[in-house]
């Protein structure tokens, strides 16, 4: 049964078309970077008029396997990670490669994997064919036999012919058909295998260590500006507030001998500076990392975010398991930061938090969205400051924000 | 009234002893950690104890702590905590299912020196003082729809969260108290809850419904 559900399951015609399409492809891919390769190399030699060719050679390299790993994940539905730019040593003047370039093994990988688009397409399609229309004919050759010119098929100089025969056609025929499925999906995985192998950069430790490398710097980058902005609020908020309120208690006690009713005023604002000033420190505590966090982790410190905002929000948390404390503080910080997004450009009538763990040590899933104006700017030093925190603890961010509406910010944060 | 005090900051200590005491209050005792606030409160039964969250040694709810015992262990005293910031998960804590004789404020409000005597006098006879950003996170996550309240009833649930009786609704909304009256009924209704005749079994109906 499951056999027959796969000649038309969508996954066996996906993979069909995959090989389909890295047929043709590979043969886009192959004529760029052989000629490319070629003419570089030999303008080298003339004049050094062959480098920014061989430059232009990688970056299509670079690009063919950025629309490699696009085709893959779409009909595949494999994932292969791309290599991040900053790990990779890039080009003087935007043309002329590196000679570091020469080291890398994502170079080498792009341009392998160019080469060898072409044929494992071709054997993958040649394969799959062969056997999806071996298996056809086989299987229904006993309708046609005799209506052929020579009276039947013919192996060699035997003629084909019979009940037997026939029936034995049949059956080896479907046995076919029915193994055709399971070889163009096997195909097809091995392909991703070999992929990932030739453009993904995950089992490299070098490239590992430089990522690790650049997301500590934003970290580290990412706490220096909180710890400024923290300096900033405190300043231009509790700091003026308490001096503001310092001054009229000087001007209050100057008065009380002479004008006891105006002193009496500016007490009474005073007091008032006194209470505001209270406010903005909790706020910014709140901010920052509020005790409740530690103590009764996110549940119970979201409630206080959500009456904080203006615009109504509704919270929903299912962390069975409570993950480390950098990613509660890093979740916390995220919806923290949506929700002051929400309140000051949304326009939003309504926003919606979901926080849910997954398995154990497992993920934890954060996504706030709202109905407001969308367009948020995912270079905003807000937003930025965030992708660098989720990269700090391995985390995926996606911020999805079309003008008009809706925004959904989301990550997806392993617990381990 | 008489009053033991936990607070581990010696200068909120001192002025809270002296807010109560010119208040015409008699401070039993002041203590700074949790198990001294025990055994002062073993040894003069209090009408009331105000009480920080955070005390010695571990900084983080002792104080809660303490006060829970205290509710448990001696029902006619009064228990109002303080803290420097308010959350709805302790206040369902400090709350669950017997909100009489139970405050839960934040630090500053002992700024309004008379809304603050009034919270305690309310706690100290079996009434209950709920921090207005506490009802306001209850409101945030109530279980239940409100959307069917008018924003003059939610007005009114916040106070009736808190705590305060009609008059004092009245008060703070400058209306009179057959409005308040009215909204109260309306609110019930809407809500679906059985109207309380005393001021507490009503907040025990309110926060209940909101989910604590």
Known sequence: ?416 | MRVVIAEDSVLLREGLTRLLTEAGHEVAAAEGDAEKFLRAVAAHTPDAVVVDVRMPPTFTDEGLRAALMVRDQWPDTGVLVLSQWVEERYATELISGRPHGVGYLLKDRVADVAEFLDALHRVATGGSALDPEVVAQLLARSRHPLGELTPREREVLALMAEGRSNSAIAAALVVGSGAVEKHINNIFTKLGLAPGDRDHRRVLAVLRYLGT
């Open chain 1, 1 to 416: 049964m499951f056999l027959l559900c796969d000649l038309v399951s969508p996954r066996t015609w996906l993979a069909m078309i995959s090989h389909l399409a890295g047929r043709f492809l590979g043969i886009a891919i192959m004529v760029v970077v052989v000629t490319g390769l070629s003419l570089g190399f030999s303008l080298l030699v003339l004049a050094l008029t062959g480098l920014p060719i061989l430059g232009l050679t990688l970056r299509a390299a670079t690009w063919c396997a950025a629309a490699e790993r696009a085709r893959l994940s779409l009909m595949l539905g494999v994932q292969i990670p791309a290599w991040p730019a900053e790990a990779r040593a890039g080009y003087r003047w935007g043309i002329v490669p590196r000679w570091r370039m020469l080291t890398e093994r994502a170079t080498w990988g792009e341009l392998g994997y160019g080469l060898m688009r072409l044929p494992v397409s071709a054997i993958a399609v040649t394969l799959s064919v062969a056997a999806w229309a071996a298996g056809l004919v086989a299987l229904t050759l006993p309708l046609y036999n005799s209506l052929l010119p020579s009276g039947g098929a013919k192996v060699g100089d035997f003629v084909l012919g019979g009940t037997p025969r026939m029936t034995a056609s049949a059956v080896i025929g479907l046995l076919v058909l029915l193994a055709a499925p399971q070889l163009t999906r096997g195909l097809a995985s091995a392909d991703a295998a070999l992929s990932r192998r030739l453009l993904g950069p995950r089992r490299d430790l070098a490239a590992r260590v430089t990522e690790l490398e650049i997301s500590r710097e934003r970290v580290v980058d990412a706490a220096e500006t909180e710890r400024r902005r923290i300096e900033r609020d405190l300043h231009d908020g509790a700091q003026q507030r308490l001096v503001a309120l310092a001054m009229d208690l000087g001007r209050a006690k100057a008065r009380f001998a002479d004008d006891l009713d105006a002193a009496a005023g500016l007490v009474d604002q005073a007091h008032a500076q006194a209470k505001e000033a209270l406010v903005e420190l909790r706020n910014l505590v709140r901010g920052v990392h509020p005790p409740v966090l530690t103590e009764r982790g996110l549940d119970a410190a979201l409630s206080g975010l959500a009456a904080l905002c203006p615009v109504p929000v509704e919270v929903h948390v299912d962390v069975p398991v409570r993950p480390k404390s950098s990613v509660e503080a890093v979740g916390y910080f995220m919806v923290a930061e949506a929700l002051t997004n929400v309140a000051k450009h949304s326009r939003a009538s309504h926003a919606k938090v979901v926080v849910e763990g997954h398995g154990y040590p497992g993920t934890l899933t954060v996504m706030i969205s709202d109905d407001g104006v969308g367009g948020a700017d995912v270079h905003s030093p807000g937003l930025s400051g965030l992708a660098d925190r989720v990269s700090g603890v391995d985390g995926r961010l996606s911020v999805e924000s079309p003008s008009g509406g809706p925004t959904i910010i989301a990550a997806e944060l392993p617990c381990g």
